[in-house]
């Protein structure tokens, strides 16, 4: 997997292994009465390992441009290629897989499971893949203390801060191992010090590998990508390279040559700044 | 997805919500309670019925004549056509062990010398064997054409000073006669000793047929208390009639039960007989041991028992629409919850395996505690009915099989249900 085309040009081979996500000329139409062109051609390749902002007004189709990236639906017209594998010649059975393995979800109200733990909020969609409780538990706890929880893993989300839930969903999203993160308005529901650390989070799993897409209408958010994606009326407006971003740029670049998500590695890698995380979310 | 992780989740929910929950599985709880207790109540009154009938017992025919259309227990309808000689015939057959007549005789009441005590019934006039050796306390058996009496413990014990064996007593009887007898044997048992005088404890005194039925039979206000070496032909014509027989078979075994009871409607049908010159088409003669006899107050108790059943089936029914309504409301409450869990990658099946696994679950648990609650109340109810208890345990196993069965039904549609919900209207879902 590591063939070092985890490069930040954003035009990525569109069938090789680098790329985890490819739309080609994607059309979805709603018959709401009439025929409503949600997407209509849209065409884009997402390489592993990079953070893609999607931007646009309302009603540009930035939801439906993330239901087919996130296999929840299929296009009316043309193919969405996930982790090398065509969506729409998918089962729904295989593509229900497809989307618990591969791809991992931070929705804007974070969407734990009210009744379970921290913990079993984060290996729930391992439950889902039949992994065993020791090694699920195991995996849940370790991607816990990499978001700076580790001493909250049995309290229910109700017991849990906007903050600390959102980092809970982004650990749920990654212990799959996903092929990408698919962020949605991740932090519209926080306040501006929360929203912070979470998007230095995505940053820093960014860093490690993780290939990160994030839906947004606030600029400053977007600009944490390596690239921004601007819809409008279901067709891609332009696509706006962004130099120089993200934290350490320098870590960037040196993960960027092996987009991997292994936890392992990252986690060596990273073990000052948890603390820091730990300090920040306490404040 | 293993089946431990849907009970695991399954019960999380349950647990998120215990008044829902427990209210739900209250309608369940009732219907397998009131099928239980009225199963166990049902079990232990036909064990408490079978068990008044003693093993010497079932060797014992009871015979009578009455229209074969008579509906009714023992004794319905019955005449009087069975005559000394017909019992001594009988008796005399190869099959046959033992027969003697049967008659309740008339009284007033009875006294120890001393004390007089009003007795309405419970002078029976039977053969000797009649009262057999086995229930006896103390004492023997009377012997035919002797003044002797046997009585129960409940007869002894209504005068102030407890009848005790070589005691007399003297019986008034509903003619204004009176007899005498000697007491010679006491039961160790209050309740009756065959089908014909019914099981509840009562006093009684058991005399032999001859002299004193006979003597009754001769008439009321004959009033010949000095006819002390009464033969048993009354007065004296050779008509006294026998309302029921007992006949004794020479074992329990069904083959010689059987034998008698032939060889004894073959004779008391035939021409030879005194009784045969009654018998038509409206009169004819049964014989029944106490078993065959009860079978039909069995009969009953069962049809009783199933409808109570039936009844008690219906709150099972409303206990799954319970079920069913309330996991409908939870599928879209939850709503929301199904979008997550199929966004991380949840199947259909998961999604049916979890709320079925749910509503079974809230099944079981009404079985559970309506069985252990059917239970209590079988065992408080028989013992306020004073009847031995005895547990329907094969019903135990069926009640939860049945509580799986509601929570399946009742799961089945809101499960359905939830497992094709759209995860992305689920996921918008507020």
């Known amino acids: 997997m590591p063939t ?8 990525g081979t569109e069938t090789g292994e680098g790329t985890a996500v490819t739309l080609e000329n994607v059309r979805k139409i709603y018959q709401l009465g009439e025929p409503v062109h949600a997407l209509d051609g849209v065409s884009l390749s997402i390489p592993r390992g990079s953070y893609t902002a999607i931007m646009g007004p309302s009603g540009s189709g930035k939801s439906t441009l993330m239901n087919l990236v996130g296999c929840l639906d299929t296009p009316t017209e043309g193919t969405v290629i996930v982790d090398g594998k065509d969506v729409t010649a998918l089962s729904e059975r295989e593509r229900t897989r497809l989307r618990g393995t591969q791809v991992g979800f931070v929705f804007q109200t974070f969407n734990l499971m009210p009744r379970l733990t921290a913990l079993e909020n984060v290996a729930l969609p391992q439950t889902f893949q039949g992994v065993g409780r020791d090694e699920r538990r195991e995996r849940a706890r370790d991607l816990l203390a990499r978001v700076g929880l580790a001493d909250r893993e049995d309290h229910l989300p109700s017991e849990l801060s906007g903050g600390q839930r959102q980092r ?116 | 997805m293993n089946p431990l992780e849907y009970l695991r989740i399954a019960w999380r929910s349950i647990e998120g919500h215990k008044l829902r929950s427990g209210l739900t599985t209250l309608g369940v709880v009732i219907g397998i309670a009131a ?17 008044d009938i003693s093993p010497d017992d079932q060797r014992n025919l009871y015979g009578w004549a009455a229209d074969p259309d ?24 190869e099959d046959v062990d033992a027969a003697y007549g049967y008659a309740t005789i008339q009284s007033q009441a009875v006294s120890n010398g001393e004390e007089r005590v009003a007795q309405g019934d419970g002078v029976i006039a039977a053969g000797p064997s ?87 039979a001769a008439g009321f206000g004959f009033g010949d208390e000095g006819d002390s070496e009464g033969d048993g032909d009354g007065n004296g014509d050779g008509e006294t009639r026998f309302l029921a027989i007992v006949v004794e078979a020479e074992s329990a075994a069904q083959e010689d039960v059987d034998a008698a009871r032939d060889a004894a409607t073959a004779y008391l049908e035939s021409d030879d007989s005194d009784a045969s010159e009654f018998l038509d088409d409206d ?40 079920i069913a309504n309330i996991m409908l409301v939870s599928v879209t409450e939850r709503t929301r919850e199904i979008g997550i ?88 879902h507020e």
């Open chain 2, 130 to 216: 009649y009262v057999r050796n086995s229930s006896l306390e103390e004492g023997r058996q009377f012997e035919m054409g002797e003044r002797e009496a046997v009585i129960n413990p409940a007869a002894a014990d209504q005068f102030e000073d407890n009848v005790s064996l070589g005691d007399e007593l003297e019986l008034a009887f509903l003619g204004g006669q009176t007899a005498t007898v000697e007491v010679v044997g006491i039961t160790d048992t209050s309740e009756g000793l065959s089908p014909f005088e019914g099981f509840e404890s009562s006093p009684r005194i058991y005399v032999p047929t001859d002299p004193y039925y006979a003597e009754q």
């Open chain 1, 168 to 283: 809970v969903a982004l650990a749920r999203a990654l212990v799959n191992d996903p092929a990408l993160v698919l962020a949605d308005e991740p932090s519209g529901n926080l306040d501006t010090d929360t929203e912070a650390d979470v998007l230095d989070l995505f940053a820093e799993f960014h860093d490690a590998g993780t290939t990160m897409v994030v839906v947004t209408h606030e600029r400053h958010v977007a600009e944490r990508a390596e690239r921004i994606v601007h819809l409008l009326d279901g067709r891609i407006e332009r696509i706006e390279e962004l130099e120089g971003v993200g934290v350490e740029a320098g870590s960037g670049t040196a993960s960027g040559s092996g987009p991997t998500t292994d936890p392992e590695r990252s986690r060596e890698s990273r073990d000052g700044r948890e603390n820091r995380e730990d300090s920040a979310d306490r404040s």
């Open chain 2, 35 to 51: 099928v239980i207790a009225f199963v166990t109540l049902g079990a232990s009154l036909q064990a408490g019925i079978i068990g």
């Open chain 2, 70 to 93: 008579t509906e009714g227990g023992p004794l319905a309808g019955a005449q009087p056509i069975f005559s000394e000689s017909d019992l001594e015939t009988v008796e005399d057959l």
């Open chain 2, 283 to 322: 009169l004819a003669i049964t014989f029944q041991t106490s078993t065959e006899l009860l079978q039909q107050l069995q009969d009953v108790l069962d049809l009783l028992q199933n409808f109570i059943v039936g009844i008690a089936a219906i709150s099972l029914i409303v206990g799954s629409i319970g």
């Open chain 2, 341 to 428: 869990m199929k966004a991380v990658g949840a199947q259909n099946r998961d999604v049916l395996g979890l709320f079925l696994t749910e509503a079974i679950v809230l099944g079981v648990i009404g079985a559970i505690l309506g069985t252990a609650l059917g239970l209590v109340a079988g065992y408080v109810g028989a013992w306020y009915i004073d009847l031995p208890l005895v547990y329907p345990y094969e019903y135990v196993a069926l009640a939860v099989a049945v509580g799986i069965l509601v929570g399946v039904a009742s799961g089945l549609y809101p499960a359905w249900r939830a497992a094709r919900t759209d995860p992305i209207d689920a996921l918008r």
């Open chain 1, 4 to 11: 070092g085309t985890g490069t930040d040009t954003g035009t």
